[in-house]
DNA sequence: ATAGAAAGTACTGCATACAGTATAAACTGT
DNA sequence: ACAGTTTATACTGTATGCAGTACTTTCTAT
């Protein structure tokens, strides 16, 4: 067979066993199959995800390092659990990145982008009507990852997803009361209009509202 | 059964090897001795450090999830390396940081808080004058920690030091040419006045600009 | 010589084995 | 019955062994 000698960019996937559990395994704390403070037994964890305990303590290992679990000297991994304060800190945390990535985002995102985005709006409101949560929930994520993205630096949007994921099952809870819903929904619809008409400074601050809101709407849940 | 008994603080330390193992290898990456885009060897690394491969790979992982450590399957390992956008894209991140916990810290810090700060600050002048790059330069660090950890948030103050020590290394080589130096500590004087006074606003800008600046100095560098 | 194939080397990825420690259970004396 | 002590169990932390894969070197044919 010919095979590409030099410099022939790698297959892409070549799954590695800790590669394919880690994200599985950060799915099941954010959806709170692991709860926040349970021990991990690896043993057993391990045989509900068919690997043996070596790659499944790697992926510990780099979820610690992600922040999501704390590792406790002779006691194992322990799904780390976040007070009042630190969801308070996290989202003014969110915050803090959404603002800026607004004011950066209408001056730097191209016309397509845009346009997607609001197509995703638009997607998010239909879900909305429809009551559906589940799907409202992650179109919802998607538009606020989306914007940070726009904002055109990775590294903001790479922290902003860390914190957006620590934070997912919280917010997932955030939503339930109705006039809470609509509430975010309208401030979604002002968020596109101001997007759109590229107005970096009203973007910014109905943002800025929003997470505000946001911390409101899931304080009381906690 | 009520075996809440164990509500004591752990003893603080129990130290494991992969915990040992961990901030020693971040700093072999900060400082270099590690150069970025190397492959690391595990077991002659491990032999290195005395460790076997276990505790060394877990130890890996851990950075991997911070960032410092790319995982390319079936190569293992690799220090990872930013490109000069990677650079100016951090050094922004961490001036939003800087601005936003700037402004923070001028209403939350205590006056003893910024009293320390201060006095850091001096120890550094002196360390400017004696020319002596390494303390200087880990003071330096050391104010814009603490002054972000006066913002009050952690999380941010958290974020903060992870891009921090991803940056240690390039900005080490930042302040060689001596009237960048100078330049950087001027600034650090308006800092501190800006934060005595409590004046959020000026010290934001200040923050603003010496990261600006910081960004310059840099560049050149890579 | 040089391109291509083949064998050899080296290192990662994973599993397993074992030791040490923490927790739970059983036992003892009062 | 109960506090205190001892024994047993379970699980983490680490080392080691093996398999698979990428890389290097050697060999072969033109």
Redesign the interface.
């Known amino acids: 067979m010919a095979q590409q000698t030099t410099d022939h960019v790698?297959p892409i996937h070549?799954?590695?066993l800790?590669?394919e559990v880690l994200p599985r395994l950060r799915d099941m704390i954010i959806e709170g199959v692991l709860e926040a403070g349970t021990r991990i037994n690896e043993t057993e964890l391990g045989a509900r995800l068919g690997v043996s305990r070596t790659p499944l303590?790697?992926?510990i290992?780099?979820?610690?390092?992600?922040?999501l679990i704390e590792?406790?000297?002779?006691k194992g991994a322990v799904v780390r659990r976040f007070t009042r304060t630190?969801v308070a800190?996290?989202l003014?945390?969110i915050k803090?990145?959404e603002m800026?990535a607004a004011r950066a985002a209408c001056t730097n995102a191209t016309d397509a982008e845009i346009k997607a985005l609001v197509k995703v709006h638009k997607t998010m409101v239909q879900e909305y009507r429809k009551r559906d949560r589940l799907s409202y929930y992650k179109l919802n994520q998607e538009i606020h990852s989306e914007l940070v993205r726009l904002g055109g630096?990775?590294?903001?949007a790479?922290?902003h997803g860390?914190?957006q994921a620590r934070l997912k099952r919280i917010r997932y809870l955030g939503n339930q009361e109705p006039t809470k819903w609509a509430g975010a929904v309208a401030e979604h619809e002002e968020m596109i209009k101001a997007l759109t008409e590229r107005d970096g400074n009203a973007l910014a601050e109905v943002m800025g509202r929003h997470m505000d809101q946001t911390l409101l709407r899931v304080k009381d849940t906690l």
Chains 1, 2 share one sequence.
Not at 153 to 156: E, T, Y
């Open positions: 790698e070549k799954r590695t800790h590669g303590r790697e992926a290992k780099t979820l610690a390092g992600e922040g590792l406790v000297t002779s630190d800190n996290m003014e945390t803090l990145f800026s630096n990775p590294v903001i790479d922290l860390l914190i």
